[in-house]
């Protein structure tokens, strides 16, 4: 895992291009969302996860920078990688690409909640192994100079 975690390609659907004729912005996070899923199913942290534990992780912020228009029937590539972790969060960082040319990225943090009291809990030992593997196998990678910004802030 010392690259980023590559999802698989994304199809267009005709249902998100906009008025304006291309990829509506709701559709690029719905992209983000799932594609982000099938990383975090990579790191255990999924839908199994939940069903065996009762626990989850819960989206509790998203940044995303739309860099480029996709057109209908593009096939859009996922690319993720953890920025950072600790005990009770994780931070995600995502790229969106069409013909190797970048679309999106965005930053996601989400917080590992047990469902049962609807708190913010650690990471059970064996998925914290996994987690703060990943992290540092994703140490080395080159942090773009967007992430950790908001909205608007210039540098």
Known sequence: MNARFVGPLVPVRDEW????????DWAYAAICSDANEVF???LGLSSAYQARTGSSTYTVEAH?????????????RP???VVDADTKRIR???????DDRLVLTGEHLYLHVDQST????????DRQVVV??????????ERESHIG???????
């Open 17 to 24: 291009i906009d008025y304006n004729g291309h990829l509506t």
């Open 40 to 42: 975090l199913d990579s």
């Open 64 to 76: 995303l920078r739309y860099l480029a228009e996709v057109q209908r029937g593009s096939l859009i």
């Open 79 to 81: 690319e993720s990688y």
């Open 92 to 98: 995600v960082h995502i790229s969106l690409s069409v």
């Open 118 to 125: 609807g708190r913010v809990v650690q990471f059970p030992p």
């Open 132 to 141: 703060d593997a990943a992290r540092a196998a994703h140490a080395d990678i």
């Open 149 to 155: 910004r908001g909205v608007g802030q210039r540098g």
